[in-house]
C-alpha cells in the first residue's frame, strides 16, 4: 500500500499546514516596521498561550538554548542549585549545570518514575540557590506534578524555580503566575506544530533580578539584553525570521480552537493531547502492552514497553517500513527498551486510530505471539466514545 511519511515523535511533530504556508515564501528583513510588528505581536500571543502576565522571550534556538540561557543567566560559579532528574532531560539540567561551574545537587529517582515530595523537601536546604525540572520527561513519557514542586520550592525562600516545560505547555495546564514558576521553557517543534528553531520562555521578576548579580559567563544567550530588544519589537541578533511568521500562524489556529481566545485554544489543545494519549495507553495496554512510566503517564507522549525480549527498535523500524510512520525509539540506556509515540501539538483522531491499528499489524510481524486485531483500536474508540460522550452531557447540563 502507498504509505505517507508521517511523524509520531514528541519533537519534532507534523507541522501545521497553515504554518508551512506563512513561512514559505517569507522575506521580511528583521530590522523594518512591518517584523517588529509581527515580532510584538507572536510575543503577546505567546504570553497568552503561557498564561502568564511575566515578560515572554522567543529566541532563535532548539529548546535547549533556553534551558543553558535559564542556567547561565540565573547562577554565578559556586552557586547551589538543585537538579530534579528522572530521565535523559533531567540528566541535561545536571550536565548543564555542571557546565556552568555550579555546585550540583541531584535528586533522581528511576527512569520511569516522578519524585517524593518527602524527599524533595529533605534536599531544599535555605542554600539551593535554584531548582531545574522537567514537567514531562520526554524521554520515559513520565509528567512530573510542577504544581506540588512549586509550592514546596515557594516555602523554601528566594530559591528560583526552572521548568522545561518544552513538551508540558499545550499538553498540561499550568498557573504559572500563581504557583509561582520563575522561568517556563516551551519549544517550537512540540505542540506548537512548527520546525526546530525557535524556544521561548516566561521570566518572573524574581529571576530578572537575580539576573543583576549572577556572574556565569553569557553572550549570545543574554536575557536582559533580548529583553531590552524585545521591548522595541526586536531581538538582540537575527532571529529565524520564516519561523516568526509561522509561529504567527500557528499561534492564530490555537486562538481558532478556542474561537477567538487563545487561552480557550490552549485548554482545547492540552484537552486533545489528553484525550489521543488516553486512547493511545488503552490501545497499548488492550494488546497486552505495558506502559513504561504507568504510575505518572505524560499527556505530551506515551512510552510503551517492548514485549520481553525484542528491541524496540524491530518495532520502530517496522512501523517506518511498513507504514511510514516514525516513532521514537528510547534515549540512551532506555534504547532498545521502549517506543515512543507523541501526542502533542497536530495530531488528531484519525492520526490516533491510525498508529494504533498499525501497532497492531507491527506487533503481529515482530513478535511470535498472535494479535487480536481491532483490540487496540476497538478500545481506543472505547475511550472516545465515553469522551464525546461526556463532551455532550456538559454541553446539555450548559444549556
Ligand atoms: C525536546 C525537548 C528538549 C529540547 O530539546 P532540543 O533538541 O534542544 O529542542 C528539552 N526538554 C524536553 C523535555 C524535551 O522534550
Redesign the pocket.
Known amino acids: 500500500m502507498l504509505r505517507k511519511n508521517r511523524l509520531f515523535t ?2 519534532p511533530t507534523p507541522l501545521l499546514p497553515a504554518a508551512q504556508t506563512a513561512m514559505a515564501s517569507f522575506a521580511m528583513h528583521h530590522r523594518t516596521a512591518s517584523f517588529r510588528d509581527l515580532f510584538s505581536r507572536v510575543l503577546a500571543d505567546v504570553k497568552d498561550f503561557i498564561g502568564t502576565k511575566n515578560d515572554v522571550l522567543v529566541l532563535s534556538c ?4 533556553v ?1 543553558e540561557a535559564s542556567i547561565s543567566n540565573l547562577t554565578s560559579p559556586g552557586d547551589k542549585v538543585l537538579v530534579l532528574t528522572a530521565g535523559k ?1 533531567g540528566e ?1 539540567w545536571r550536565d548543564l549545570a555542571k557546565a556552568f561551574g555550579c555546585s550540583v545537587e541531584v535528586l533522581s529517582v528511576p527512569y520511569g518514575e516522578t519524585f517524593s515530595l518527602d524527599e524533595l523537601r529533605h534536599k531544599l536546604k535555605p542554600d539551593v540557590r535554584a531548582v531545574f525540572v ?1 514537567s ?3 524521554s520515559t513519557g513520565a509528567r512530573h506534578d510542577v504544581k506540588s514542586i512549586a509550592k514546596l520550592v515557594r516555602s523554601a525562600g528566594d530559591t528560583l524555580l526552572v521548568v ?1 516545560a ?2 508540558g505547555l499545550g499538553t498540561t495546564p499550568f498557573d504559572v503566575d500563581g504557583w509561582g514558576l520563575d522561568i517556563i521553557i516551551g ?1 517550537s ?2 505542540a506548537l506544530m512548527i520546525p ?1 528553531g525557535l ?1 521561548y520562555c516566561a521570566v518572573s521578576e524574581s529571576a530578572w533580578k537575580r539576573m543583576e548579580t549572577a556572574k556565569a559567563p553569557r553572550y549570545y544567550f543574554d536575557l536582559r539584553k533580548e529583553r531590552k530588544a524585545a521591548a522595541k519589537g526586536e531581538s538582540a541578533f537575527t532571529p529565524a525570521t520564516s519561523l516568526f511568521a509561522a509561529l504567527g500562524a500557528a499561534l492564530e489556529y490555537v486562538r481558532e480552537m478556542g474561537e477567538g481566545d487563545l487561552a480557550a485554544g490552549r485548554e482545547a489543545l492540552i484537552n486533545n493531547a489528553e484525550l489521543a494519549a488516553e486512547m493511545t495507553r488503552a490501545g497499548a495496554q488492550a494488546l497486552g502492552l505495558k506502559l513504561f512510566a504507568p504510575s505518572c503517564p505524560a499527556t505530551a507522549l506515551t512510552a510503551i514497553q517492548s514485549p520481553v525480549g525484542l528491541d524496540s527498535g524491530a518495532i520502530v523500524k517496522e512501523f517506518r517500513e511498513s507504514f511510514g510512520a516514525v516513532v521514537a525509539n528510547g534515549q540512551g540506556e532506555m534504547k532498545g527498551q521502549l517506543f515512543r509515540i507523541a501526542h502533542l501539538g497536530y495530531y488528531d483522531y484519525l492520526d490516533t486510530i491510525g498508529v494504533l491499528g498499525a501497532l497492531e499489524h507491527v506487533l503481529s510481524d515482530v513478535t511470535t505471539k498472535p494479535v487480536e486485531y481491532g483490540a487496540a483500536v476497538r478500545s481506543a474508540q472505547e475511550v472516545y466514545a465515553r469522551y464525546s460522550q461526556r463532551q455532550t452531557v456538559s454541553a446539555v447540563a450548559r444549556q
Open positions: 514528541p519533537g532548539s529548546g535547549s538554548g534551558m532531560f541535561r522537567q514531562t520527561e520526554s522545561d518544552i513538551t519549544g517543534q512540540k526546530p524556544a
